[in-house]
């Protein structure tokens, strides 16, 4: 782990103003509760006064840094998700419980990622993970007893249904007992956490830019999302809000239509049409046939189809999801046309992004419970090479990037530089 730098050590001024920006008025701190599992509209997120930023503002004042010290003071006073991803389960027990008597005390709900599904991403940039899935079981049943009665929100398990083992490679899962066991330590997962009376829990359901619409709308139907609250989406990645907004809605109308919709709809995910769908391309106009998923232009016919098909469910029966703004203010990055021959990684520390949308439950979408900022503003999201053979350095950067989950100062300012909105303090 890397060495923490004492709280003592920072100036006092810097310190008190992290702290104080943590703590929001008592009859903010009050109404902060949310009905049943379901966050209410003022519900406030928990801030690390000793997170990545925090420490970099120091770091940066020894440097005589002040314009960055101040950036990062701003960044430090945001709300951000706190990784759960290794450790026994008495430490996990333990840090959980820390954790929320921490927002209690301040009155504030914290925000968990519970990532630790074995086999964690096809063993690639964040490999890892428990050994079996009898240990992923003890693990979550350690963290849901941390969380207890506390109120807290927690994403479960980023890019455990959108990369289930039989999409790793034709031979990492030939039987599909993987992928089996995979979808029951989810759904066990959900149920360990869903029993506590405050906890409000999203299924990870991946981005816009990957599961189609009906794909994705089975996988959380079979991983028991309905016994959750909803859904997360975008999380470590770039997509644009609005884009996120847009494809969860659609997937929580198909979850409705698959479920609770007309008799010859249920258990029939597959046949929503998604963000691949246009029957105006040149192909046979059946959902899942491709057409440009970073065209939007086209989502006009899945809109006209889900009208047609869909219509109008009843709002207090579709589901809702959260989504990850911390880095989308700029969208998806789009790199030059040609300048690479394989897979430019545009999901791997993309190149000139930004912070977007600020933590909030009250996002004025009607299924979006909250936008939050769920992968860490500033950490790498691994040693990308843009799919060029044999090499090391990542040619956006002219170097070798940090390993998936190391702060990365540089990239911390580019973002709060990049920042759409212009991020400000958090004077709530």
Not at 211 to 238: E, P, Y
């Amino acid at each position: 782990m890397r060495p923490r730098i004492p709280r003592s050590l920072i100036p006092l001024g810097i310190a008190a103003l992290l702290t104080g920006l943590a703590v929001p008025a008592q009859a903010q701190a009050e109404s902060a509760k949310p009905t049943g599992h379901r966050l209410s509209a003022d519900a406030r997120f928990s801030v690390d006064p000793d997170g990545d930023a925090a420490q970099q503002v120091l770091r940066d004042l020894s440097d005589h840094d002040p314009v960055g010290a101040l950036a990062m003071a701003k960044l430090a006073s945001w709300p951000q998700a706190q990784w759960f991803s290794d450790g026994t389960p008495g430490q996990v027990e333990e840090r959980a419980r820390t954790l929320v008597r921490h927002a209690a005390r301040t009155g504030t709900v914290p925000v968990l990622v519970a990532y630790d599904i074995p086999g964690r991403d096809c063993s690639q940039y964040s490999s890892g993970g428990a050994r079996s899935d009898a240990d992923y079981q003890a693990w979550i049943a350690a963290l849901a007893r941390g969380v207890g009665r506390a109120k807290a929100v927690i994403v479960l398990e980023p890019d455990a249904l959108a990369n289930l083992p039989r999409d790793c490679s034709p031979t990492t899962d030939p039987t599909g007992a993987l992928t089996a066991g995979r979808v029951a330590d989810l759904r066990y997962a959900i149920d360990a956490l869903e029993k506590q009376p405050n906890t409000t829990v999203y299924l990870d359901a991946g981005n816009s830019h990957w599961q189609s619409v009906g794909t994705m709308t089975q996988r959380l139907i079979d991983a028991g999302a309905d016994r959750a609250q909803g859904f997360s989406l975008n999380v470590s990645n770039f997509f644009a809000t609005d884009v996120s907004n847009h494809y969860g809605t659609w997937v929580a109308n198909c979850l409705w239509f698959a479920t609770k919709g007309p008799e010859a709809a249920r258990g029939h995910a597959d046949s929503c049409a998604g963000q691949y769908y246009s029957p105006a391309a040149p192909n046979d106009g059946r959902p899942g046939n491709s057409v440009d998923v970073d065209d939007p232009t086209t989502w006009h016919w899945t809109d006209q189809w889900f009208r047609q098909n869909v219509g109008s469910p009843p709002a207090d029966e579709l589901t809702h999801f959260v989504v990850d703004t911390g880095r989308n203010g700029k969208g998806a990055w789009k790199p030059p046309a040609g300048k690479y021959t394989g897979d430019p990684q545009i999901w791997c520390n993309p190149p000139g992004r930004g912070v977007g949308d600020r933590p909030t439950a009250d996002t004025g979408t009607p299924l979006v419970d909250a936008y939050l900022w769920i992968k860490t503003v500033g950490q790498s999201d691994g040693q990308c090479n843009r799919s060029i053979p044999g090499a090391t350095v990542d040619p956006e950067y002219g170097t070798v990037d940090p390993p998936a989950g190391t702060w990365w100062p540089e990239q911390a300012h580019a973002l709060v530089r990049n920042a759409e909105p212009a991020l400000t303090f958090d004077w709530h």
